[in-house]
């Protein structure tokens, strides 16, 4: 699949938390709850994979990043924390990531900051001068 051919927009909690729980994110270890920004990647106008993040009171956490597994592998999931680390913005950015996924976001400058017992890497990013 050809990325460009994935449209990407902004979606609701209910939409992202239902195509969650569709894709048994649990499962994944990827959390399931609102979150205050969420973005959909469409292919032939099925919903593909989703992420969102959330202001906390001292940074913004990217959450819920999960794409379906025939689509992975194709860099949908790194368009998609593209577009919300863009979205954040110039602000210190905590994820909490499988392995695959802490690879992508290694590439935005995220730091590993621990590994918990379940396999979840946290990430952090600091503010950037840009």
Not at 27 to 50: H, Q, S
Not at 73 to 88: D, K, R, V, W
Not at 99 to 122: C, H, M, S, Y
Request: with cysteine; charged share 25%; hydrophobic share 40%.
């Amino acid at each position: 699949i050809d990325v460009q051919v994935i449209r990407f927009e902004h979606i609701s909690n209910d939409m992202a938390i239902a195509f969650l729980k569709e894709n048994r994110a649990a499962k994944e270890c990827v959390f399931v709850r609102p979150c205050d920004y969420w973005i959909g990647a469409y292919y032939n106008d099925g919903l593909v994979g989703v992420g969102g993040w959330t202001q906390k009171r001292r940074y913004a956490e990217i959450g819920g990043v999960l794409v379906k597994e025939e689509f992975r592998h194709q860099g949908i999931g790194g368009t998609i924390n593209a577009c919300l680390i863009a979205l954040i913005g110039n602000k210190r950015i905590v994820a909490y990531a499988r392995p695959a996924e802490a690879r992508i976001l290694d590439r935005f400058n995220f730091a590993k900051k621990q590994t918990l017992i379940n396999g979840t890497v946290k990430m952090e990013r600091g503010q950037t001068n840009e």
